[in-house]
């Protein structure tokens, strides 16, 4: 027997859109003031693991991957300013219907209306759903012609009128969702992430991983599916799946030292996955000069390239944007025209430099660029 993934999770988080789910929730320490001007309900009816909000910085147009009722995104837009955008998308109508209800509210509060929702496939972010439905109301598919027809004309969407064109987000987060995408669909939900970003674009994404591979057996509990712990990556799946995509400075950025669930031996617990889309080759041809600092005798980076401390190192521009962002803290040194330009003195130093602002108390485990 296989359970469908879709109707699972639609159906439980429906229920969680009526009427608060704690079996759906992890503790998290979100930003009260960031709070404050929330509607209760909103809050209430919330279901994370983390919070990928505090990786915002002005300006920035944001995309929430399985917005929910709402609540990141709203959080979001008070960080981003009038100059940012956030985009939430969710497949859930239900859910959906509550993160709109209080949008003309929230617009006012915030100064604008710069926070959107759409309904969409977050492993397949250029099908616009609300598209497909009118056309599907006007080309009933009725025998296999009519179905030949559909996927033509879905691709075409996909090209002409994607719903989130490529290139076109800074920061793409998430809170506890794509564990509940179907195995079979998570490597192109990982590509899509990749295609929606903006060449220096950056990723925080929460969620529950699991120390061991998930059983079959386990993965055939509708309960477990929808509750976040049957379709959880195992830890390093999760990063070398960014990784494989092609992000660079893939970082396990929060680990809860505690587990959330322990079930059949396996633990389950919240982290937070951050990396960066580089710019291409072909943007950045003009060489330049970096150093590794150390502490480590060298290291390699995801394309293989060894650096070893103390060693002058020419790059390509792209490499050198890349290796001096904050995502690597101060790891790097820039030699570039002979002279070490100045950096943070420490990876906090670079991570506030680059606008990414930290709780004021929190119990899990941050990684060096946030501690």
Known sequence: ??????????????????ERQDALCCPVDYDSGLLAMLPQEIIERDYGCG????????????????????????????????????IGVDMNDDMLALARK????????????????????????????DTLGHYLAANPVRQPADYSALKAWEQRQRHEAPLIPDASVDLVISNCVLNLVADNEKSQLVREIFRVLKPGGRIAISDIV???MVPQSMKQDPDLWSGCISGAFEESEFANAFAAAGFSGVCYDKWDPQPWQVIEDIIFRSVTLTAVKSASSAECADNKTIMYRGPFAAVIDENG???????????????????????????????????ATETATSCCDGAKSAGISEPESRTASYGKCCS
């Open 210 to 212: 699991s120390d061991r």
């Open 102 to 129: 209080y949008q003309v509210e929230m617009a006012g509060k915030l100064g604008s209306d710069r926070v959107h929702f759409v309904k969409g496939y977050i492993q397949d972010l250029a099908l616009d759903i």
């Open 305 to 339: 390239r060894r650096f070893d401390r103390g060693s002058h190192e020419v790059v390509s521009a792209g490499t050198h944007q890349l290796l001096l962002n904050a995502a690597y803290g101060d790891a790097f040194i820039d030699l570039t025209n002979g002279m």
């Open 51 to 86: 919070d990928p909000s505090r990786y915002v910085q002005p300006g920035d147009v944001v995309l929430d991957l399985g917005s929910g009722g709402g609540k990141i995104c709203y959080m979001a837009a008070q960080l981003t300013g009038a100059g940012g955008q956030v």
């Open 1 to 18: 027997m296989s359970i469908d993934v879709e109707i699972t999770v639609t159906e439980r988080y429906s229920e969680g859109a009526r």
